[in-house]
């Protein structure tokens, strides 16, 4: 069994294991804690998840980052 701990931007992140055709369907788990939305403030960083200015934003980037994760899990893989 092998296990990897990816810190980072998790967009840009999963961004470069999408782009990496041995990373599709690889992962058999991908845990994530999402931010609440206007809850939290972590930094500086204007690119922050939860700090958007509606909660269609917000909803909009979560999708696209779990659209990315459901590529990276194998078929049996989990979320």
Do not use: W
């Not at 809850?39 to 269609?56: A, C, F, K, L, V």
């Amino acid at each position: 069994m092998n296990y990897q701990v990816l810190n980072g931007n998790c967009y840009d992140i999963l961004k470069n294991l999408l782009n990496n055709p041995n990373e599709l369907g690889k992962y058999r788990l991908i845990v994530t804690s999402p931010p609440y939305y206007g809850h939290r403030h972590y930094g500086m960083d204007p690119s922050e998840i939860g700090q958007e200015q509606t909660d269609d934003i917000f909803i909009e980037k979560l999708a696209d980052i779990f659209a990315i994760c459901r590529e990276l899990l194998t078929e049996d893989g989990s979320f």
